[in-house]
T-cell receptor, first 115, second 111 residues
Framework: EAGVAQSPRYKIIEKRQSVAFWCNPISGHATLYWYQQILGQGPKLLIQFQNNGVVDDSQLPKDRFSAERLKGVDSTLKIQPAKLEDSAVYLC?????????????FGPGTRLTVL | AQTVTQSQPEMSVQEAETVTLSCTYDTSENNYYLFWYKQPPSRQMILVIRQEAYKQQNATENRFSVNFQKAAKSFSLKISDSQLGDTAMYFCALVENDMRFGAGTRLTVKP
């Protein structure tokens, strides 16, 4: 079974530039998550999708971050404009459903460096 | 508010020995789920073990087991017969409405 795919794996940009990350979840997984993992910290949930609808985006900085999941499969996360503090690894995860006990399967992440 | 605390930033253990990683949490809910995830160096995060709060019996998965103390809000992970491949960051996570992770414990298994 193919895992969660993310691209790019690494990205370096200057502050105030824009950047987009792509995620392809495991086939058949209805729920998709985007996490931000700052160095030395645990992942923090940014947004959760159930199919193509948003379930939770309470911790998403909506003035600069946006995400979409068209057709309930792939998802993109965008930052515009980027700040220095956005430097982090952005993890995408998916699960069969949004039930609390469901295992989340994580992608390899995209490491973003903002200079 | 949901919070998860891992008080041990780093730990080390000799190969074949046993190590326990600590995790405490805070929640106002009675029903929730707890997880331990492992993040090996430069590799993807994977689930190690999970525990339903309504179950009194501690979860076990091969060499991995938990000590779940609901009243104390404690959820420690015990790794028996440690192997070099267990070297990784270990994250404790609580699912109430969404998943909240602790800051992680970096475990090094020494040969």
């Amino acid at each position: 079974e193919a895992g969660v795919a993310q691209s790019p794996r690494y990205k370096i940009i200057e502050k105030r530039q824009s950047v987009a990350f792509w995620c392809n979840p495991i086939s058949g997984h209805a729920t998709l998550y985007w996490y931000q993992q700052i160095l030395g910290q645990g992942p923090k949930l940014l947004i959760q999708f159930q199919n193509n609808g948003v379930v939770d985006d309470s911790q998403l900085p909506k003035d600069r971050f946006s995400a979409e999941r068209l057709k309930g499969v792939d998802s993109t996360l965008k930052i515009q404009p980027a700040k220095l503090e956005d430097s982090a690894v952005y993890l995408c995860a998916s699960s069969l459903a949004s039930l609390d006990y469901n295992e989340q399967f994580f992608g390899p992440g995209t490491r973003l460096t903002v200079l | 508010a949901q919070t998860v605390t891992q008080s041990q930033p780093e730990m080390s253990v000799q190969e074949a020995e046993t190590v326990t990683l600590s995790c405490t949490y805070d929640t106002s809910e009675n029903n929730y789920y707890l997880f331990w995830y492992k993040q090996p160096p430069s590799r993807q995060m994977i689930l190690v073990i999970r525990q339903e709060a309504y179950k009194q019996q501690n979860a076990t998965e091969n060499r991995f087991s938990v000590n779940f103390q609901k009243a104390a809000k404690s959820f420690s992970l015990k790794i028996s017969d440690s192997q070099l491949g267990d070297t990784a960051m270990y994250f404790c996570a609580l699912v109430e409405n969404d998943m909240r992770f602790g800051a992680g414990t970096r475990l090094t298994v020494k040969p």
